[in-house]
């Protein structure tokens, strides 16, 4: 059973810090997606990959957040500087098709004190 | 241009009654559309999608959609509601041309009573 994998699942950091997280797409899989998740703005997706090029980052804070495919075996979503208000949930998703259906990561929980 | 709307943050209820979730969108081109079920602690994982087959779409858990052109809807529904399906639901939208992503509903968080 094919499965998107993300760590790590839960990361506590103090503002200030650098922060990684780690995806491991569906094999096969061409599209990768990265969203937020808050209570307050719901699911915001923050960047988009095909065939490991960013096609849309319009969502990410350019100043402090970078998203990078180095294989097609990893994407990688970087904060740095943290903040606080970056407190969130963040899925990585993956599919074949931009349009057709994604596949969910469990999410890693981000907490910055 | 795609957007999505869910009315209703919260549905409640009763253990063995209908489970109604609304989505209505819009789209410029014939759309796909999904609703995806998130538990908790959970990513999201699909339920159910409409690619212009059957009009009626059934899903995992019981849960089915009915595509409505003329109302530009998707609702969710199963005839009877249990325990286990409380969870949050999102509906989202895609156009099938070009290589538009999903846009995503603000969510629908079901609650059930015994």
């Known amino acids: 059973d094919a499965r998107v994998t993300q760590t790590p699942r839960h990361k506590v950091t103090e503002m200030g810090q650098e922060v990684t997280m780690r995806c491991q797409p569906i094999l096969g899989h061409n599209t990768v997606f990265w969203y937020r998740q808050t209570m307050m703005q719901g699911l915001e997706l923050l960047a988009y990959f095909r065939n490991r090029a960013p096609l849309d980052d319009s ?20 904060i740095q500087p943290s903040e606080p208000r970056d407190s969130a949930v963040y899925f990585c998703a993956s599919g ?3 349009a057709d259906t994604q596949y969910f990561g469990p999410g890693t929980r981000l907490t910055v004190l | 241009a ?26 410029s081109v014939p759309p796909y559309l999904f609703w995806y079920v998130q538990y908790p ?6 339920l159910l999608k409409y690619t212009s087959a059957a009009t009626l779409v059934k899903g995992i858990n019981g ?17 009877s509601a249990h325990m286990s399906d409380a969870a ?3 509906c989202a939208v895609s156009e099938k ?9 603000r969510g629908t968080s079901l609650i059930v009573h015994p």
Do not use: W
């Open chain 2, 88 to 90: 949050e639901y999102f």
């Open chain 2, 41 to 46: 602690n959970q990513g999201l994982q699909l």
């Open chain 1, 96 to 98: 074949l098709l931009a």
């Open chain 2, 2 to 27: 795609q957007s999505v709307t869910q009315l209703g943050s919260h549905v409640s209820v009763s253990e063995g009654a209908l489970v109604l979730l609304r989505c209505n969108y819009s789209s």
């Open chain 1, 59 to 78: 969502g990410m804070p350019k100043d402090r957040f970078s998203a990078e495919m180095p294989d097609a075996t990893l994407a990688t979503l970087k």
């Open chain 2, 63 to 79: 849960f089915e959609a009915e595509f409505k052109k003329s109302e530009t809807s998707f609702h969710l529904t199963k005839p």
């Open chain 2, 97 to 105: 041309s070009g290589s538009y992503i999903p846009t995503f509903g």
